[in-house]
Structures are given as structure tokens and as C-alpha cells.
T-cell receptor, first 112, second 114 residues
Framework: DAKTTQPPSMDCAEGRAANLPCNHS???????VYWYRQIHSQGPQYIIHGLKNNETNEMASLIITEDRKSSTLILPHATLRDTAVYYC?????????????FGAGTILRVKS | EAQVTQNPRYLITVTGKKLTVTCSQNMNHEYMSWYRQDPGLGLRQIYY???????DKGDVPEGYKVSRKEKRNFPLILESPSPNQTSLYFC?????????????FGPGTRLLVL
């Protein structure tokens, strides 16, 4: 079973910030939060990850609550090309890599 | 350019006719894996490999075989395909992001078994 809960869908206006929530109340101390997205049957694309601090990269920001039971992915200026399914995944990192368990994700529709 | 390639990208076959889907990565990654994606079931891991000659079952290995004779290649073999293996298949290899390693996915192979 997926360890995360996400809303099934969200809409966002083009140019506005998209805030995608994720609940992971049973997260363990050694588990990271990862975000991936999948654009129309393409291969899932890595976006960002974090452990307990907020993170930012060229694609997005990740805000993790202090108790680590939830997080929010922020796309600061959504474009039509950001329309995709967004997956929030919690996983322990290992020496060779990690196992990703994908849930249903959130369908983000960016509208003009 | 760093990439994971899969071939073929689309394949239609008939029940029982053996097929192989190739996966290759040019990033010298040790870890590689195969997933399948089905409507309503999400992505599920089939097999993974931590290094050459080291493979292990994922969550849905039945009906599939893999091999890892060289680091760059990780083919998925369907010895006797059945219609319930009609799916979208993704290969992935490990991706180092800071202190963690996560996964980098290929473009996918859409398989239809008649």
C-alpha cells in the first residue's frame, strides 16, 4: 500500500503557483519525501526530494512540516506544460538506490 | 547526453511468442529496474538489479525474466506473453541526487499482447 495520500486532482491557472499537498503521517525517520511527475504516459520525471528541511531547485520547492507528516510541492509559476500526474513518494534511501512505490498521484491541470 | 533507452517503443505480438524488451543506460549506473503501469494500478516494480549478475524480484515478477550480463543493459524477457501482460513498461536506473540515489526513467514501451 502507498504510504502517502494525495488529492486526486487539482486545477491551477497558468502563471500562478501550484501547491500540491501530500500526507505521509506514517513516515519513518530514515525516509525521504520524493516528488515525481508523469506527463501523458511518458517516463516519470524526478522533481525534488527532501528529508526534513525545505528544498528548492530549478523546477520546484518542497515544504515539509516540522513533524514531517505532510509536505507541499510548489511550482512557482505553473505553465501549460506542467499539466501532469504528480506523485508524492516516501522511501528510504539505500546504497544502490531506492524502491519507489507509486500511488495514484494528483492530476494537475494548468489552465490558460 | 545521459539517458535510458528502451526498444522497441511500441510492440504488438501474439500470445506465446517470446519477446525481449531492451533497456540500456549510458550513465554507468549500478542499479536498474523494470516497472509496468496499468490503469488503476499505478506503476509496479517487476524486477530490479543492483549490479552485474545480481537480480531480484519486485512486486509483480510472474511471467517475466531479466538478465544483467553487463552494467549498461537490463533486458526484460517475456518467454510466453499473455494478454494480461499488455501494459506500459518502464526501465529505470539509479540517479544520484546529492546524498541520495533515486531513479531515472526511460521513455516507456507500450506492449499489446493479442
Amino acid at each position: 500500500d502507498a504510504k502517502t495520500t494525495q488529492p486526486p486532482s487539482m486545477d491551477c491557472a497558468e502563471g500562478r503557483a501550484a501547491n500540491l499537498p501530500c500526507n505521509h503521517s506514517t513516515i519513518s525517520g530514515n525516509e525521504y519525501v520524493y516528488w515525481y511527475r508523469q506527463i501523458h504516459s511518458q517516463g516519470p520525471q524526478y522533481i525534488i526530494h527532501g528529508l526534513k528541511n525545505n528544498e528548492t531547485n530549478e523546477m520546484a520547492s518542497l515544504i515539509i512540516t516540522e513533524d514531517r507528516k505532510s509536505s507541499t510541492l510548489i511550482l512557482p509559476h505553473a505553465t501549460l506544460r506542467d499539466t501532469a500526474v504528480y506523485y508524492c513518494i516516501v522511501s528510504a534511501t539505500m546504497e544502490y538506490g531506492n524502491k519507489l512505490v507509486f500511488g495514484a498521484g494528483t492530476i494537475l491541470r494548468v489552465k490558460s | 547526453e545521459a539517458q535510458v533507452t528502451q526498444n522497441p517503443r511500441y510492440l504488438i505480438t501474439v500470445t506465446g511468442k517470446k519477446l525481449t524488451v531492451t533497456c540500456s543506460q549510458n550513465m554507468n549506473h549500478e542499479y536498474m529496474s523494470w516497472y509496468r503501469q496499468d490503469p488503476g494500478l499505478g506503476l509496479r516494480q517487476i524486477y530490479y538489479s543492483m549490479n552485474v549478475e545480481v537480480t531480484d524480484k519486485g512486486d509483480v515478477p510472474e511471467g517475466y525474466k531479466v538478465s544483467r550480463k553487463e552494467k549498461r543493459n537490463f533486458p526484460l524477457i517475456l518467454e510466453s506473453p499473455s494478454p494480461n501482460q499488455t501494459s506500459l513498461y518502464f526501465c529505470a536506473s539509479s540517479l544520484k541526487m546529492g546524498v541520495v540515489k533515486t531513479q531515472y526513467f526511460g521513455p516507456g514501451t507500450r506492449l499489446l499482447v493479442l
